[in-house]
């Protein structure tokens, strides 16, 4: 499945904070997780009209945050990656 956003974010010792100004998608697919869709809820106030982060936002995992971002069921360590492309499954 090709989604077209543009996220940034970082691990934490908290969990995972996505970048004010990335862009989040518009569509939720069947297998969003519920957890998404409540974070999605919860942090409404948080994106401008054209669903961009007006702040950052912390999510649990990588996961939770590539799931919010991508508004459907995503592996966070396979989907974050390095400005060099290396995934975070491969970061120590």
């Known amino acids: 499945m090709k ?3 543009k996220a940034t974010g970082r691990r934490t ?5 996505l970048i004010k100004g990335s862009s989040i ?6 297998s969003c997780p519920e957890t998404s869709i ?3 809820a919860k942090y409404k106030d948080k994106l401008d009209q054209d ?9 649990p995992s990588p996961s939770a945050a590539a799931a919010f971002v ?3 069921s995503l592996n966070g360590n396979e989907m974050w ?5 290396v995934p975070l499954k491969h970061i120590t």
């Open 25 to 30: 998608s518009r569509k939720t697919t069947k």
């Open 70 to 72: 991508g508004e459907s």
């Open 81 to 85: 990656k390095t400005e060099n492309g």
């Open 13 to 17: 010792n908290e969990g995972f904070v």
């Open 3 to 5: 989604i077209n956003v």
């Open 51 to 59: 669903h961009i982060l007006t702040e950052d936002v912390l999510l």
């Open 38 to 40: 409540k974070a999605r």
